[in-house]
């Protein structure tokens, strides 16, 4: 949301906004059905293969969930791979967001806030 914006809606809108240019951000945003503190956020999933020489990959999802899952899915499918580089007893988890397959692989969710 844009100043314009906020004081566009105060200024076209008196029923809604009673205290006009006194009106808060968050009643403005409240008004919408959104709310201040909680903006949308999308979630990428990053998955850096150095040795292929390859840039990242980079796939967005809506939820945090949605990401874990395809982080985990892409884990075991590497593992299940008939690839003798790759071993389970490698793998290292720095957190829930973040794990690595030795120096080979690396998966990182990030949260984006979307910017209106």
Request: aromatic share 8%; charged share 35%; glycine share 6%.
């Amino acid at each position: 949301m844009t100043i314009r914006y906020a004081i566009r809606e105060t200024e076209t809108h008196p029923g809604k906004f009673p205290n006009g240019l006194d009106t808060s951000v968050e009643d403005i945003y409240a008004a919408q059905g959104e709310d201040f503190h909680n903006p949308p956020q999308a979630w990428t999933l990053t998955v850096l293969s150095p040795y292929s020489g390859e840039l990242p990959k980079v796939t967005a999802y809506r939820t945090r969930e949605g990401a874990k899952a395809a982080m985990e899915a892409d884990i075991r499918e590497t593992l299940d791979a008939d690839d003798p580089t790759f071993d389970a007893e490698d793998l290292t988890r720095e957190d829930d967001n973040h794990a690595s397959l030795g120096d080979e692989i690396h998966w990182r969710i990030e949260r984006i806030d979307i910017k209106d």
